[in-house]
């Protein structure tokens, strides 16, 4: 069965360190990547995407993700992480406009 | 500014009664979501509706859960009889699918936070 798996369940960072966040898919066809960032509260939104085209997506706020198709992997990374990034963060694979499939999440809290 | 609209915001109800939230997507999208957040479970994905027919319900309880779109602007979740465990916050997204099954984002409403005693 598909899934998607988030390494990290719980991350704690200063503010100006740096993020990437990990994950992984197992599905050995076509895909549409997803992150969505929830702030405490509030709903899920959409980060950034990759459908097709250059492997290195940037996203809103400053967020980028790096598709490595051999490595079945969609990892989120941002240089220089604020207070107001404190959030948790899910990665989503689309293997056909069926269902979305969603990783458990990654909390992250940045200290100020 | 299109947005999906869930109501009600929160919910608290006593055990045995029965629940019923509302979710009104975009205008225009053509698929439909019900999800639940608990902190124990994560997202979980509950029912999942294509031009207003169930395509997935599997992660539903049966016995207790139904979900029905009367209407393309409008989604329903019940919960009869609602049980404590049932507590979480629920959240509707719509998305639209191409007839290449390619799709857009989903797009999520605020949720109904229902608390069961």
């Known amino acids: 069965a598909q899934s998607v798996s988030q390494h990290n369940h719980h991350v704690i960072l200063s503010e100006a360190a740096s993020l990437e966040l990990g994950c992984n898919y197992s599905?050995?066809?076509?895909?549409?990547l997803f992150w969505y960032v929830q702030y405490p509260g509030q709903h899920l939104q959409l980060l950034l995407k990759?459908?097709?085209?250059?492997?290195l997506v940037k996203g809103i706020k400053g967020f980028e993700a790096e598709f490595i198709k051999s490595k079945f992997s969609f990892n989120l990374r941002k240089p220089s992480v604020q207070w107001s990034d404190t959030a948790e963060y899910f990665c989503a694979v689309d293997t056909g406009g069926f269902k979305t499939i969603f990783g458990a999440g990654t909390r992250l809290f940045v200290k100020a | 500014d299109a947005r999906v609209t869930q109501t009600p915001r929160h919910k608290v109800t006593e055990m045995g009664q029965e629940v019923t939230m509302r979710c009104q997507p975009i205008?225009?999208?053509?698929?439909v979501f019900w999800y639940r957040q608990t902190m124990m479970q994560g997202l979980e994905l509950l029912a999942y509706f294509r031009n207003r027919a169930p395509l997935d319900d599997s992660g539903m309880p049966k016995d207790r859960f139904s979900a029905e779109m009367p209407d393309a602007t409008l989604a329903t979740l019940k919960i009869q009889p609602s049980e404590p465990r049932d507590s979480a916050v629920y959240f509707c997204?719509?998305?639209?699918?191409?007839?290449?099954?390619?799709?857009?984002?989903?797009?999520f409403g605020p949720g109904t936070r229902l608390t069961v005693l």
């Open positions: 599905y050995g066809g076509t895909v549409n």
């Open positions: 990759y459908f097709s085209g250059d492997p």
């Open positions: 205008l225009g999208h053509n698929t």
């Open positions: 997204a719509s998305g639209l699918v191409r007839g290449d099954g390619d799709y857009n984002e989903q797009f």
